[in-house]
């Protein structure tokens, strides 16, 4: 195997290639053939966030069948990020092995750091006879005959953010595709593609599974005028865009790169295409293109029911088949038990929908029989809204607290007529009592309660209803404790700004802190401030910059898809 790095081919990019020559005088079959990259994508346990923003990247890949490329983004948004793009041979899938250190359960905060470092796979990538519910990528391996040498090749250069990098892309020869992931049954769908001079579309395929079979609807390629106007989807869609020509140019202003004077511009004429469709089944859809060049590029886009629709059905099997009656152990839990507060989610998904849709009360009594006899014993010590029991071994997690409150505010928003075990008042003072638990460093005897009690959450989403509503029942004294409370952590966040110190979360610097810090301090006219952390540039470096990277996320979780993801360690007792 060769690995050569050509810097001659173009002035402001590294032509990376790989060569793999079988030099015995038989044929070889390569079941498994990876290719280590030099990038990673590094998160520091560090309380000193502004380490993380300079000094860090994130490595976000897109899979193609010929264009697969990366994406490599410095996080603070300043100066130039790196693309890859494969521009000779097939990648199967991009691996990531996470090496980090959580040590969640030796009560530290923030807890978790590592890297995740990349590999291109360029044949199988899985170990033998594995299996998983993955159809959409790419695992074969290939023959290598007697004296053949077969050749990926790869190109690295810089762009100065998201649409710069998909125009390096066409520099390239990769179309850019653009499309909307979650898309609902039985609606129309557009996917765009532009192709630079050169490239055309040949035909158009989207891939889908029912039950075990794997179907294929052919989608009309719109190109010219007349054919769209007369294509009875885009009549019926009401969609249509005419064939165009496209000059993206770019003033070249380092006369020592550039290789004519400081005038010269670098043009990138494209072409674009419309596949416009409906969807009829729903699950995963794989979009797959063809040119004429016999290269493949292909999205996946998701299909589903009417959000209406799936929240009755998700409301009606949370409590008809995951709730436990009186007999079952733990009695009036809702599986899948977890001691994390976020896994009462369900049950204020199922409040949620009877408060906005149709009242069921026999769903609204489950979770409040959940909230009484289950919630309150596990949480607290007799069910003592001052004593947090410890969950986690030696300690117990304040994030639980904000849940908790969610859980009771919202069986407040409830007539009496639709409670059986106690009022709607009763639940509110429950939720200012556990909001205060939530908020209040003075109220934990330990440090790492005073120090999370005071990092924001997602509370902001509902904490302003539950004021409002404190005041409006005459509960004066919680409502101006929990008020000048609020007051205080937005002052010190706002304060604290500049080192984006409430970016921290009880892992680490990540979107889980930008979003509900930007949302808390928009919610409490902090504008200013609330500017600086709602930055969309720097929470796009943390979550990529479409739906095609939603795999790159394996310090949360293990999936079963492709790309695979490799994990050193897997947490199970949360």
């Known amino acids: 195997m060769k690995i050569i790095y050509d810097l001659s081919v173009d002035a402001e990019a590294l032509f990376w290639k790989i060569e793999l020559e079988n030099n ?9 053939f990876g290719i280590w ?11 000193n966030v502004l380490r993380n923003i300079h000094n860090s990247a994130a490595v976000f890949p897109s899979i193609s069948t010929d264009y697969t490329k990366l994406s490599m983004v410095r996080r603070d948004g300043t100066g130039t990020n790196l693309g890859l793009y494969q521009v000779k041979g097939k990648t199967k899938s991009v691996g990531t092995y996470c090496d980090y250190e959580n040590l969640f359960f030796e009560n530290v905060s923030p807890s978790l750091d590592g890297m995740l470092f990349h590999k291109l796979y360029l044949a199988g990538g899985y170990p033998q006879d594995f299996k998983n519910n993955d159809w959409i990528y790419e695992k074969d391996g290939f023959i290598l005959e007697a004296g053949e040498t077969k050749t990926w090749e790869y190109v690295i250069s810089v762009n100065q953010g998201e649409n710069d990098f998909y125009q390096e892309g066409l520099k390239w020869k990769h179309p850019r595709v653009e499309y909307t992931p979650l898309n609902i049954i039985g609606e129309g769908t557009r996917v765009s593609v532009e192709v630079p001079e050169g490239l055309e579309i040949a035909s158009a395929e989207a891939h889908y599974k029912e039950g075990n079979l794997i179907k294929k609807l052919s989608i009309p390629v719109c190109k010219d005028p007349a054919v769209c106007k007369e294509s009875a989807v885009c009549k019926e869609l009401a969609v249509y865009e005419e064939k165009a020509i496209c000059e993206d140019t770019k003033i070249c202003t380092d006369t020592k790169r550039c290789k004519n004077t400081e005038n010269c511009k670098v043009s990138v004429k494209t072409e674009k295409y419309n596949l416009i469709f409906k969807l009829a089944a729903m699950g995963e859809h794989k979009v797959v293109i063809r040119f004429t060049d016999n290269t493949e590029d292909f999205v996946v886009l998701n299909v589903m029911d009417k959000i209406d629709k799936v929240i009755e059905e998700r409301v009606e099997y949370i409590c008809d088949s995951l709730y436990h009656n009186e007999n079952e152990n733990p009695p009036y839990a809702f599986e899948p038990v977890s001691n994390q507060g976020e896994s009462l989610g369900k049950a204020n998904l199922v409040l949620q929908k009877n408060i906005f849709g149709k009242l069921d009360a026999s769903q609204v009594q489950k979770v409040e029989k959940c909230a009484v006899n289950y919630v309150r014993s596990k949480w607290f010590i007799d069910g003592d809204f001052r004593k947090p029991r410890k969950l986690y071994g030696d300690f117990y997690r304040c994030m639980d607290f904000e849940y908790i409150t969610h859980l009771f505010y919202l069986l407040s928003e409830f007539d009496d007529s639709a409670l059986a075990l106690n009022t ?5 003072e429950w939720a200012a009592d556990v909001f205060e638990l939530r908020v209040n460093p003075d109220l934990h005897e330990e440090e790492r309660g005073k120090e999370e009690a005071q990092m924001l959450g997602v509370y902001f989403l509902y904490f302003k209803r539950l004021l409002d509503k404190l005041k409006a029942k005459g509960m004066t004294e919680k409502y101006n404790k929990i008020q000048s409370l609020w007051e205080k952590v937005m ?3 706002a304060a604290e700004t500049e080192t984006y110190k ?5 892992h680490f610097y990540d979107n889980a802190g ?3 810090t930007a949302g808390a301090l928009c919610e409490s006219g902090r504008g200013e401030s609330a500017e600086k952390y709602g930055d969309l540039g720097k929470i796009s470096k943390l979550v990529g910059f479409n739906s095609e990277i939603y795999f790159s996320n394996c310090f949360k979780k293990y999936m079963e898809i492709s790309p695979k993801n490799y994990r050193k360690k897997y947490e199970n007792k949360i």
């Open 24 to 32: 015995i005088q038989k044929k070889i079959q390569i079941t498994d």
């Open 37 to 47: 990259v030099s990038f990673a994508y590094v998160m520091f346990r560090d309380k």
């Open 424 to 428: 709607a008042d009763t639940y509110l």
């Open 491 to 493: 002052d010190r966040v």
């Open 502 to 506: 409430a970016a921290i979360t009880e």
């Open 514 to 516: 930008f979003g509900p």
